[in-house]
């Protein structure tokens, strides 16, 4: 697949780690499967993706100073 953004570069998959910062605290979520441009760098999160690590990252911040997990995928069927 090609990249939208520069026209140029072979997207790739692959597993980023992404972190936010909020009064003082710290969250990082790592092996967060993206799709990556490795021609113009831009990373693509898919909409699940985006919405779960949204979900991890707020809990997180909520709750611990410094918190790394790894991220869990979307429950995609309700069990
Ligand atoms: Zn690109």
Do not use: I
């Amino acid at each position: 697949m090609r990249c939208n953004d520069c026209q140029n570069g072979d997207l790739l998959e692959e597993l980023r780690h992404k972190s936010a910062v909020s009064n003082g605290r710290v969250a990082v979520v790592t092996d967060v499967p993206v799709t990556v441009c490795p021609s113009c760098g831009m990373v693509w999160y898919s909409e699940d993706v985006a919405v779960e690590l949204d979900t991890m990252l707020s809990n997180m911040l909520a709750h611990d100073t410094v918190s790394v997990r790894p991220f869990r995928e979307p429950a995609t069927t309700a069990a």
